[in-house]
């Protein structure tokens, strides 16, 4: 049951909507056609010169110097600005920024603007870091910022929130449910609109909501963007899929979201990261291979399923996608509208952090 949303009666109706097989490869809904700029790629790597000095340890660390991944992305005073995950040499994450004039090259700021510290957070996020952002703005221009936090065991979604991308207030775990906060959960996508450069959280029947997870997607609602319910089974108190991975397919193995789920007027549009199983999968690549496809959900009923693309749209097929921290590895997960083109940023092989331009 979508506790606090629907009643028993709605209920059912979500139930079997997740359970319906959508149509596939409907070209009308998709977002296709990126070409990853070859000139340019990776955009970002690693730096060992950078340095910042933790205040949990109280050391100095080289806090990008082992790997950066994983980006989101906006636009703002009509400059691209990517928040990104980096690495030190002990595998902690925290994220930094960097700005572009043209969305292809990038001035990295010389220190991190959100990491562990010694705050209400620090047992979730010690020692493992915050992971993989995810940007949506809220309609008064607060920047929302889901990512995962990883105390070095348990991964937990989190989420915070700034005026300037650069000051932010940490707001705590999204499932804070005393039945979910010592679970894994990762990888939260908010429903937003395009309002022309800006991706706008949206409301649909009167709640904004969130895909999330990374097995199958399961679904949260809010009223307010801070505060999060789970979609749950009413009789088993499960939480509910609303996307699995597929056998034979480049997803077999999990699904995951990539940046936010965007409202259309076909539906919602979420783009997502897929990985390959060792069996039963695509045998066209590599076992555990991340590749990207497309979903669609219905316009007024996010939770149902009625389109998903057959084939991935990205993969990797370059060295530097193909061979590092993680290999086989293009995870998408920072899109923006800029200069009247579509910008997708995604981490290669774990380790660096390359585009694709949609003209």
């Given at each position: 049951m979508l506790r606090s949303c629907f009643s028993a009666c709605i209920f059912a109706v979500f139930f079997c909507a997740c359970n319906q097989t959508p149509q596939q490869n409907n070209k009308n809904w998709t977002l296709t056609g990126f070409v990853k700029e070859d000139s340019l790629n990776p955009i970002l790597q690693p730096d060992s010169l950078q340095q910042f000095v933790c205040p949990v340890s109280n050391q100095t660390v080289q806090w990008e110097e082992r790997n950066v991944l994983n980006p989101s992305?906006?636009?703002?005073?009509?400059?691209?600005?990517?928040?990104?995950?980096?690495?030190?040499?002990?595998?902690?994450?925290?994220?930094?920024?960097?700005?572009?004039?043209?969305?292809?090259?990038?001035t990295k700021m010389k220190q991190p603007v959100f990491y562990p510290s010694n705050d209400s957070m620090q047992v979730y996020e010690w020692k493992g870091g915050v992971e993989d952002p995810r940007l949506v703005e809220s309609e008064d221009g607060t920047y929302i910022l889901t990512y995962t936090s990883y105390d070095g065991k348990t991964a937990r979604l989190c989420l915070a929130t700034s005026k300037d991308l650069q000051t932010w207030t940490k707001h705590g775990l999204v499932l804070s449910d005393a039945k979910y906060k010592n679970s894994w959960s990762k990888s939260g996508a908010i429903v937003a609109k395009q309002n022309g450069s800006k991706m706008i959280a949206t409301k649909i029947n009167g709640k904004y909501w969130m895909y999330f997870g990374d097995t199958d997607l399961f679904m949260a609602s809010s009223a307010d963007l801070i505060h999060w319910t789970v979609a749950e089974n009413e009789e088993s108190k499960k939480m509910i899929s609303v996307l699995h991975p597929r056998m034979g397919y480049f997803d077999s193995r999990l699904v995951e979201p990539g940046p936010y789920a965007l409202l259309k007027d076909e539906g919602v549009l979420l783009i997502y990261n897929g990985s390959n199983a060792a069996n039963f999968n695509d045998s066209s690549m590599p076992k555990f291979t991340y590749a990207a496809g497309q979903a669609l959900f219905a316009k007024d009923a996010p939770w149902k399923l009625i389109g998903r693309t057959d084939s991935n749209f990205i993969r990797p097929d370059k060295d530097y996608e193909r061979i590092g921290e993680v290999n086989e590895v293009c995870f998408v997960e920072g899109l923006v509208y800029f200069n009247n083109k579509w910008l997708l940023y995604y981490g290669t092989a774990d380790s660096k952090i390359a585009v694709a331009v949609k003209e």
């Open positions: 992305a906006v636009v703002k005073d009509g400059k691209v600005y990517l928040l990104y995950r980096a690495q030190d040499r002990n595998m902690t994450s925290r994220l930094g920024l960097a700005v572009s004039e043209d969305g292809l090259h990038f």
